[in-house]
């Protein structure tokens, strides 16, 4: 049939799996019965920030010609210091630790960060593939995800439809998800003053929840022999917490200097804890298009994002696979994201003008990722493919610059409100 040898040359098609990000369907000839495994590592750090370790582990076991039972196992450890939101200035900041019994200090010109965070995540995901017949596939699955503050459950179904002739692909999806939050030392009140040890830190015993809904349609269309083009749209509604309860706002006095606390003896600087709306409304639309030169391959995509907060997102990604012989490739990859900020989005508040504590109909936040910025990576990876054990490894460096603050004054002109963030990240893959 023609359309096997856009299959063969293509290897794969891009299909977007609702909770669970972007993951490849095979269009390969795999329809012999059996067991896959696959692994993967990465390595990921900043400089002077968060140190990263996941360890993914996926398998898939044919019951028969037309069921697949897969699961998808996920560890990853986060360590090092994450930006709390709050300024630099040109003395030393004393804030309280996430529990509230302890402090650190952040110097005087650097960007005040969290030494705290450490984090474990595990997560387990299984799913059930069935083709029912030559037109119709459909793929359902779950997750469960933990961490040590946050617990996650979700469901996802996904329909495709191809044509008789194979050239078109139709794909419906949705997932539900709901999340629960226990933070460390309780849920902030909104724009709560942090507190030294001995004081009343404003915050809540319990949890919080947030339920998602993702629904997803997509199209999938061979091209000719060599290529092929893929559209989807993606809607995402989410009610409940979207606050971040480690990150917090400064107040600054009319010399652009944070505020410290009364008494000064505490040495805290005055910080808010920061409240988002409680409902998220995105929609999205991701277009791919895939062509085989003779045996190397381009991978092009585009992405562009916007919901009610304001935030407008582009993010355009190229890759292209070298052949270096039937087994051995070079694949470089270019990646570029940019955004908008959120309509709340504030880099600190003026002392005299601070939210009332527990006014959630108030929102502000200072968290950068809210905020305008961009991010370009650059890697490369080597793999060896036609092999009975085919594996890859890649080197990747990612720069993340924020757009300039433009209301700093007084002493805020002389601070580095958007500083760079670099980072380098390593990736083994391998099939068992």
Known sequence: MKNQNIIASLATATVTVLGTGLSEAQLGEADLLGTDFKGSLLYYTESDRVTAIEAIIEGQYRLSQIDTLGVKLVVDSLTGASASGAVASDFDQTFTTPSGNGTYVTRAGETPLDTSFLDTRYSLSPTWTRQWDANYETVLGANISKEYDYFSLSANALVNYTTN???????????????????????????????????????????????????????TQV????????????????????????????????????????????????????????????????????????GDVLDASYRFMFDDWGINSHTLDLKYKFRINDTSYLQPHLRYYMQSEADFYQPFIISGSEPVAGDTATFASADYRLGELSGFTAGLEYGRDNVDRPWSIAVEYYLQSLGTVDRQFGELLNQDLSEDVSAIMLKFNMDF
């Open 165 to 219: 002739d194979r050239n078109r692909t139709y794909s419906a999806g949705f997932t539900i998800a709901q999340d629960s939050i226990d933070p460390e030392g309780g849920l902030p009140i909104a724009f709560g003053i942090m507190r030294n040890q001995g004081g009343l830190q404003p915050r809540l015993t319990g949890d919080e929840d947030k339920t998602t809904l993702d629904l997803l349609l997509g199209l």
């Open 223 to 294: 091209i000719d022999e060599k290529s092929l083009f893929q559209i989807n749209y993606s809607l995402s509604s989410s009610d409940g917490y979207h606050s971040d309860p480690y990150k917090f706002l400064s107040v600054i006095g009319a010399d652009g200097r944070p505020v410290i606390e009364d008494p000064p003896a505490t040495g805290l600087s005055r910080v808010l804890y920061e409240n988002r709306p409680d409902s998220r409304l995105k929609h999205s639309i991701f277009a791919k298009y895939k062509r085989d030169f003779s």
